[in-house]
């Protein structure tokens, strides 16, 4: 079975612009969560999705969006950007909201802000 | 705010070696504690505990939960080149927001 796919797994950006990022989930899975990974820190939660509503948000400017499409799949968004948005961006998975299934992460796309 | 605090930050051994990485917490609502280890890219997810004092194990590694001293280990023992990474401990919080509080990693590498 596939895992957690994200696209694309490499961005180059400029200050000011916009990205959006892309998540496939594990066939079966309804939640998706969305991390910023910068280098030697920890994973930094972002959203949390699970039916196609937003769960759980973490201490992220309001720059940052995110939606959950009906197939479960889901996008980040960010406007404005700013050299210090340039990091892992990860993607997980998991078959319900609760705190009982655990996350499976994709490879994330590495976003470069110039 | 919700904390989790790892021990050692990094750490070199020989193979063979056996290794202990330390992880405490302070996460509200709290549901289970997770361990992943990440080599270049996605964390693979290794054990969730949810209860005090029950060991898991996968092999040469294994980890165990204290939920009175709000602390979890994880072991690996007769170390090998492969297992050279970053491993995360994460705590799982409940109520409305089911996020995964992180820690910074222990960075293990392991010599031949």
């Known amino acids: 079975d596939a895992g957690v796919t994200q696209s694309p797994t490499h961005l180059i950006k400029t200050r000011g612009q916009h990205v959006t990022l892309r998540c496939s989930p594990i066939s079966g899975h309804k939640s998706v969560s969305w991390y910023q990974q910068v280098l030697g820190q920890g994973p930094q939660f972002i959203f949390q999705y699970y039916e196609k509503e937003e769960r759980g948000r973490g201490n992220f400017p309001d720059r940052f969006s995110a939606r959950q499409f009906p197939n479960y799949s889901s996008e980040l968004n960010v406007n404005a950007l700013l050299l210090g948005d340039s990091a892992l961006y990860l993607c997980?998975?998991?078959?319900?909201?609760?705190?009982?299934?655990?996350?499976?992460f994709g490879d994330g796309t590495r976003l470069s802000i110039l | 705010e919700d904390k989790v605090v790892q021990s050692p930050l990094s750490l070199v051994v020989h193979e063979g070696d056996t290794v202990t990485l330390n992880c405490s917490y302070e996460?509200?609502?709290?549901?289970?504690l997770l361990w992943y280890k990440q080599e270049k890219k996605a964390p693979t997810f290794l054990f969730m505990l949810?209860?005090?004092?029950i060991e898991k194990k996968s092999g040469r590694l294994s980890s165990i939960l204290d939920k009175k001293e709000l602390f979890s280990i994880l072991n690996i023992t007769a170390t090998q080149t492969g297992d050279s990474a970053v491993y995360l401990c994460a705590g799982r919080s409940g109520g409305s927001n089911y996020k995964l509080t992180f820690g910074k990693g222990t960075l293990l590498t392991v010599n031949p």
């Open positions: 997980a998975s998991s078959t319900g909201q609760g705190g009982n299934q655990p996350q499976h």
């Open positions: 996460v509200t609502n709290f549901r289970s």
């Open positions: 949810t209860s005090s004092g």
